[in-house]
């Protein structure tokens, strides 16, 4: 598997291809890790608000991503 | 729009649905419209079964070309990919980075590439030379605006199944085709 020292970074400035697979890629990425500290911060007490606020988004997209499963709305 | 579907048109668009279930998707991809196909007993299936395509041909190639967390994709823009899995897991607990947003509550919607693949195959069956009481959208239909999206994923698919878009088209046949 392909490591950071040996894949040339170049990719992700010259082709478009693996450019925007790698955006593709790290949107996942960041949707998944999302999930956790949602979670985490919802465990730990945090407000809708409060997340909102730490994501940079509104109330209403933190909520309608991540409050359909949970039962403490 | 659904009106203008045969019935195993329709039955496609259902498959494709527990095809995205089954792979925990988020929403209804080209990919899952794909797999959907291999198991369509009409014109799209036969085209399909005619290239060697198969359901699990489809699935093994989908798993091996189209993980979500491509690793190498990653790699490409210097994130090691096992690095963050093992900081997710010790924080998180195994399987961390597996977990999906909210539990799918039945209904999973449409992605645009997908919505686009169904209005292509309204505009493949328009450009056709049969007469208008008889434009109805059949899976060929499907499979002809899936190829038209051409969508990355659906690309690397059927490459590694050794077939191409182009050779496809040519066995649908329609207005566009040599």
């Known amino acids: 598997m392909a490591s950071p020292t040996d894949v040339t970074t170049a990719a992700a400035a010259d082709d478009p291809d693996t450019g925007l697979r790698a955006i593709r890629a790290l949107r996942e990425l960041a949707d998944r890790l999302e999930v956790l500290q949602v979670t985490a911060a919802r465990d730990r007490g945090w407000s809708w608000q409060q997340i909102a606020d730490a994501l940079g988004v509104s109330k209403q997209a933190v909520h309608k991503k991540h409050a359909t499963s949970r039962r403490d709305r | ?178």
Do not use: N, W
Request: hydrophobic share 45%; glycine share 10%.
């Open chain 2, 1 to 178: 729009m659904f009106e203008r579907f045969t019935d195993e048109a329709r039955r496609v668009v259902v498959l494709a649905q527990e095809e995205a279930r089954d792979l925990q998707a988020e929403k209804i991809e080209p990919v899952h419209l794909l797999l959907a196909l291999t198991r369509d007993q009409g014109r799209g299936g036969d085209v399909l079964r005619a290239v060697g395509v198969d359901p699990d041909g489809g699935r093994a190639a989908l798993l091996r070309s189209g993980d979500p967390l491509d690793a190498d994709a990653l790699a490409a823009v210097g994130i090691d990919l096992d690095q963050v899995r093992a900081a997710a897991e010790a924080a998180f607990g195994p399987g961390a980075l597996e977990r999906r947003a909210a539990e799918r509550s039945g209904h999973i919607a449409f992605a645009d590439g997908s919505k686009r693949a169904l209005e292509e195959a309204l505009r493949y069956v328009l450009q056709l030379k049969t007469p208008r009481r008889q434009r109805a959208i059949d899976s060929g239909a499907v499979l002809a605006g899936l190829l038209a999206v051409g969508d990355p994923l659906v690309e690397r698919v059927l490459r590694r199944l050794g077939c191409d878009a182009e050779s496809l088209r040519e066995r649908l046949g329609g207005a566009s085709a040599a």
